[in-house]
């Protein structure tokens, strides 16, 4: 987690469009069900696509997160990417093992989006990285030069490492932080009933190194409980060398000081005590709020993508107010879109 996001008043307003929840047992679904691309002569956004396919394609496509019976996921355990094909309680994304897995290690990591919507996605962050300031006020972008670099990936000449509040962008990105594959696996991480805390985007700039250190996103999100998740979306292929996650498993266990919510401080790890998330492009890494995480440097030549965005159970409350965009709006209720 960033140790310095801004906490600049944002008024939160209200939405009225309502997304329902795409089935990851339908997920491909077919080419023309929306994961066919841009055809000649016909100029449209992803997001009108998306639209489209919805209109289309009506309800039949995207049932309720209580109709999910099956899927087939990656899962990541002990540095090792796992095909997984279980079927799952009507109540359930996650596979039982994939949930104990979670309890156990403080993380798992899904194969959840292909590379059309890989590529979709990276079309709409390419105008993000093509200055170094936002026209809105409430969308604050970190970058590392104030002039084009010469020796920087062409697609971000100002090195643009952090884009904050990104639901506030447009539509295509508030469509995202209520992705239904995303948030039917944070109902089975934190309950039923989650909200929103905040959602932003991180480019490993090659050479650049961003000095948050080992920390736990609790430290600097405090609620009065510990059932938040952070969802983590690899849009590159993650290798040991590209900037991946660094995680230490199983460090959430244990973390709270005896009968407080005050974390530990984090010590830093011995080699060998966490592992690198290296992973395909299209996995999403969700961490428990308490897991000591890392990041480290791209070495390689090009940028990165990876989108970030916290969510919470709505029975978790804010110690101190935040002010990030969104935040704390419902989001779901009962595993049912709000």
């Known amino acids: 987690m960033p140790a310095s996001r801004p906490r600049d008043a944002i008024r939160a307003r209200p939405h009225q469009m309502r997304a ?39 309800e039949k496509c995207f049932p309720p997160v209580r109709q999910i019976q099956a899927e087939t996921a990656v899962l990541f355990i002990g540095g090792l990417l796992l095909n997984t094909e279980r079927r799952a309680p009507a109540r359930r994304i996650l596979s039982d093992d994939q949930f104990s897995a979670y309890e156990r290690d403080g993380f798992i990591v899904l194969r959840m989006f292909d590379a059309d919507e890989v590529s979709d996605i990276k079309e709409e962050i390419r105008p993000l990285l093509a200055t170094p300031t936002s026209d809105h006020p409430r969308v604050i972008k970190r970058a590392a030069l104030d ?50 805390l905040m959602g932003w985007l991180h480019q490993r700039v090659p050479g650049l190194q961003v000095h948050e250190g080992w920390h736990c996103d609790f430290s600097e999100d405090r609620h009065t409980s510990t059932d938040l998740v952070t969802a983590i979306l690899y849009l590159d292929e993650m290798t040991p060398d590209s900037g991946p996650t660094l995680v230490v498993p199983g460090s959430h266990r244990d ?84």
């Not at 089935?23 to 696509?49: L, V």
């Open 147 to 196: 002039e084009p670099g010469a020796h920087l990936d062409p697609v971000n000449p100002y090195g643009v490492f952090k884009v904050f509040n990104t639901p506030l962008i447009n539509d295509f990105w508030f469509d995202m932080m209520r992705e239904p594959r995303i948030l039917g696996v944070a109902a089975d991480l934190v309950g039923p009933d989650v909200n929103f």
């Open 255 to 338: 973390r709270l000081v005896e009968g407080t919510l005050e974390p530990r401080p984090v010590t830093v790890p011995e080699d060998g005590e966490y592992v690198p998330v290296t992973v395909p492009a299209g996995s999403v890494l969700f961490l428990h709020s308490l897991t000591v995480h890392s990041l480290s440097m791209n070495r390689t030549r090009q940028d990165r993508s990876i989108l970030l965005q916290e969510y919470k159970s709505a029975s978790a409350v804010e110690v101190e107010p935040y002010d990030y965009a969104f935040a704390d709006l419902p989001l779901l209720r009962g595993g049912e879109p709000v």
């Open 20 to 58: 329902p929840v795409r089935s990851m047992r339908t997920w491909p679904p077919g080419r023309e069900a929306g994961n066919a691309r841009r055809s000649p002569g016909i100029d449209c956004s992803p997001h009108e696509r998306l639209l489209r396919s919805r209109r289309r394609y009506g």
